[in-house]
């Protein structure tokens, strides 16, 4: 009952803004006078829909409008992140980008039609989610060390499961792969879950999988956690070392979560969401479930995370490159 | 250990009877059956939809309610494919198969009945199972790798060709087309596309959704228009209605049925990715291989509709064993309910049993009531559901249509699916022109994917060595089943005409 009020009031007030002279204000305070469609490039469930699920109705509740989680998922999240550039730039279509669908899907694949700088105008990052390394409980190695020393004492025998060919799973394992100078075979599986049950059931034996996804197996000591990929120690598992600290200095491999509107949606409009987005990311209660689940809130200004994405086209870029990945 | 089992089983029926979670559980399976109904709509589409809804609860209310429009809309999918011969999930394609012809002979009751009676059984079966054995079958479900998954979607295929009552020479053909159809998409290895023609939506292959509304609704629709003598005969109905309730010689038929199809669901159940497709069209082999007169099948057998409902049920509580146990999700539905859970700031895995009691056994023990609901609700729904079936066909189908193309187009949101989902309609014309069995292609078509997938990952594994598929005693298994299946079927085939054959060697 109340939010449908909300409107009515803002209205109001930004009538009152106009009488009293300030329109530069009006577009900002008038949005949004409709419902929100967010794009999510990815299936329902995954754990973009769930963070963008988590994150947009709060934004709905900020903006006394509904968002609607619009899944657009398919071709490795291109569709949906094409849908969203091609949208009425006027605020009312918003989609939640990702190292996947702005970093690695523009560098693997053939034909992308849209240009992940240039096609948006990016708000600001809400979470990431670190790699962690696991182990099926079998494999004879507590530590990075020891793993690296028993995958070269035995090359192209030890196997590891991706979320699929040119996924982030797999761009991390091959850049440890290259780094370490190891011979790992890569096995695709279909996505997290089942890549899960592969080294649960030591079909395979390593995963650089998902936080949100290995986590409850390592708290289970169902797999070996060995090494997580981000640049601090996660707060989830304080026990466990960085790859960076395990003789891999500058390794640093997450996934990242962003909200972006196409390129030409009205400034007002992106300063209103960059401060509603950021409360949001920074409040407690969600920086607690993201840490529950395995992630973490992070929140940056459009600048920085136009020079993210730069760096991380280069730095992916690369391996897609040596790793002869070739998406069609 | 059974002390404990009770008292866990307390916990979760004091949980799940509190009158505000069972007032979840009762809006769950209402939404589920009328959204279920809606041709095209599946469980994952009404799950995706109905999510908001849960946001405001608390954690057991929302998985209790997110698991009742589960249910509801499996089982609205069954009604839908008895009425009007619309699967809406790719399980109850078997369903179509024996329902559809029930209702054209005036038994659409007995019908909807013995489905819901069946899905009751199954269900409850199911609830004990996951009570009593939850951890220890996620265990063995674990040891399956590539190898023997791959050895039992090869046994499932060739016990494909049981299924069609067509000829032998056909069914393979069918299945043959099907493994193609599903081979459009993104290659799993290489990530290059095959067949896609370059459009992007073709991207991840076809799906279900688009072939089997075409196959079977869209097509259904042609060949009754075509009829172009009177209009009463398109009506569906082209007997009149005989009894809403099944007799007692219909129950006597059904229980062997149901209490087969329930094993073979709770086994497939439990393996991710096994899942219901493949116990409902097992369940009718092994009902048509057993029956005494498998001619039946096909024309409107109870057999052929009790076991694949008795197994679709079963395997969809047992797809709750290694969900809840270890977290993995069992298909695109429960990924979405674990993402309820995560919403919830419950994070999914094999502690919840441990840290959240009351949420693990609650939805247990609402597993089985939101079951119990669906037969009290459903059996006094027949009446209504028959009532539609008289309506004359010219206000039916442009309603089916238009639903059907909603439906579509609800999966992913593309428009190029209802495009495809008319090119199917037309294909599966020409099919029934043909003779040709639709449900071996569409079982081919589900299974394809998922054997290419594990055939290369199996060998890609042992490095490109085939002996793997016969040192794992597991995959070694399902293979001499199959091999026993094949001579079972081929060689007297060479002497006789298949129906004869088939007939001989039952009365064996």
């Given at each position: ?7 009515t ?61 619009d ?18 730039p ?30 948006f105008?990016?708000?600001?990052l ?13 494999v004879?190695?507590n ?28 761009l ?5 792969n290259r ?21 649960l ?20 000591g ?21 790859v ?9 491999v ?13 400034k007002?409009v ?45 730095k ?13 | ?23 979840y ?18 469980p994952?589409a ?10 405001n ?7 209790i ?13 069954s ?54 054995l ?6 063995i479900?674990?040891?399956?790798g ?23 020479l056909k ?67 082209n007997q009149k209605?005989?009894?809403l ?66 197994a ?37 895995g ?22 119990a ?5 459903n ?68 299974l ?16 490109g ?6 040192t ?14 094949l001579?079972?079927m081929?060689?007297p ?8 054959a088939?007939?001989?060697s039952?009365?064996?």
């Amino acid at each position: 009952m109340h939010i449908k009020n909300i409107p009515t009031v803002l209205t109001a007030v930004a009538a009152l803004c106009v009488a009293s002279g300030a329109p530069l204000h009006v577009v900002a305070q008038t949005y949004p006078t409709k419902p929100i469609r967010l794009i999510v490039a990815f299936p329902p469930g995954g754990s973009t829909d769930i963070i963008a699920r988590l994150v947009g109705q709060r934004l709905g509740d900020k903006l006394g409008q509904q968002v609607i989680v619009d899944n657009r998922g398919g071709a490795g999240g291109t569709i949906g992140t094409e849908i969203a550039a091609r949208a009425t730039p006027d605020g009312y279509t918003l989609t939640m980008g990702t190292t996947s669908t702005h970093v690695i899907a523009p560098a693997a694949y053939a034909v992308v039609k849209y240009d992940p700088v240039k096609d948006f105008e990016p708000i600001t990052l809400v979470a990431s989610t670190p790699y962690l390394l696991v182990l099926h409980p079998g494999v004879k190695a507590n530590n990075l060390k020891e793993f690296v020393a028993l995958a070269k004492s035995q090359p192209g025998k030890l196997n590891y499961a991706s979320a699929g060919t040119g996924s982030t799973t797999q761009l991390a394992m091959e850049m440890l792969n290259r780094a370490a100078g190891m011979d790992i075979v890569h096995i695709p599986y279909n996505g997290n879950g089942p890549a899960g049950a592969a080294v649960l059931g030591g079909q395979v034996q390593a995963l650089f999988g998902s936080m949100p996804a290995v986590l409850p197996h390592a708290q289970a000591g169902r797999v070996r956690a060995i090494a997580v990929g981000t640049s601090k120690r996660s707060p989830a598992l304080p026990n466990v070392p960085t790859v960076a600290e395990s003789g891999f200095p500058g390794f640093e491999v997450s996934l990242w979560l962003g909200f972006f509107a196409p390129k030409g949606t009205p400034k007002p409009v992106l300063t209103r969401l960059q401060t509603e987005l950021t409360a949001i990311a920074n409040s407690p209660e969600v920086k607690a479930l993201f840490e529950k689940n395995g992630a973490s809130a992070v929140t940056n200004t459009p600048a920085e995370m136009n020079k993210l994405m730069k760096s991380e086209l280069d730095k992916y870029g690369k391996v897609i490159k040596a790793a002869g990945i070739h998406l069609k | 250990m059974e002390a404990t089992i009770i008292q866990n089983l307390a916990l979760g029926f004091s949980t799940a009877v509190s009158p505000i979670n069972l007032w979840y559980c009762f809006i769950g399976v209402v939404v589920g059956t009328l959204i279920g109904v809606l041709p095209g709509i599946g469980p994952v589409a009404a799950v995706a939809m109905l999510l908001p809804l849960t946001f405001n609860l608390d954690a057991v209310g929302a998985i209790i309610m997110l698991s009742g429009i589960y249910y509801g809309t499996q089982y609205g999918g069954s009604t839908t494919a008895i009425l009007v011969n619309l699967p809406g999930e790719s399980a109850s394609v078997v369903t179509c198969m024996d329902g559809y012809a029930m209702a054209r002979k005036g038994r659409a009751g007995p019908a909807l009945a013995i489905a819901a009676i069946g899905s009751f059984f199954a269900g409850t079966v199911g609830t004990i199972l996951v009570a009593l054995l939850g951890p220890p079958l996620a265990e063995i479900a674990l040891k399956f790798g590539a190898p023997e998954y791959f050895s039992l979607m090869v046994m499932a295929l060739i016990a494909a060709a049981v299924l069609a009552h067509g000829g032998m020479l056909k069914t393979i053909c069918m299945i043959v087309l099907g493994l193609l159809v599903g081979i459009v998409g993104t290659d799993v290895n290489s990530g290059m596309s095959r067949f896609t023609f370059g459009a992007s939506g073709l991207a991840d292959g076809l799906s279900f959704v688009v072939v089997a509304m075409g196959l079977f609704g869209f097509a259904e629709i042609l060949s009754n228009l075509q009829d172009k003598a009177d209009t009463a005969s398109r009506d569906i109905l082209n007997q009149k209605i005989t009894g809403l309730m099944p007799t007692m010689a219909d129950l006597k038929l059904s229980a062997g049925a149901i209490l087969r199809g329930t094993a073979v669901g709770a086994f497939f159940g439990t393996l991710p990715g096994g899942g219901p497709t493949i116990s409902a069209f097992s369940a009718y082999a092994v009902e048509k291989k057993l029956a005494k007169n498998p001619e039946n099948f096909g024309q409107g057998d109870i057999r052929g509709v009790a076991a694949p409902e008795a197994a679709n049920n079963a395997a969809v509580q047992c797809a709750f064993i290694t969900t809840l146990t270890l977290g993995i999700p069992h298909g695109a539905t429960m990924a979405l309910i674990l993402g309820a859970l995560t919403i919830q700031g419950i994070a999914p895995g094999p502690q919840v049993m441990t840290q959240r009691p009351d949420l693990f056994w609650g939805l247990i023990a609402s597993m089985w009531i939101g079951n119990a609901m669906l037969v009290i609700l459903n059996l006094p729904m027949v009446g209504i559901w028959i009532k539609l079936l008289k309506l004359p066909y010219r206000f039916l189908f442009p309603a089916i249509m238009v639903f059907m193309a909603i439906g579509v187009y609800s999966v992913n949101n593309l428009d190029l699916d209802i495009y495809m989902t008319i090119l199917f309609g037309m294909l599966g014309y020409i099919f029934m022109k043909l003779k040709c069995e639709p449900a071996p292609l569409i079982l081919a078509f589900v299974l394809g994917p998922l054997m290419e997938e594990n055939l290369r990952r199996a060998l890609l594994i042992s490095r490109g060595d085939p002996t793997v598929f016969i040192t794992r005693p597991i995959s070694a298994g399902f293979l001499i089943a199959t091999a026993l299946l094949l001579a079972f079927m081929i060689v007297p085939a060479f002497r006789k005409k298949r129906e004869e054959a088939v007939a001989e060697s039952t009365a064996l």
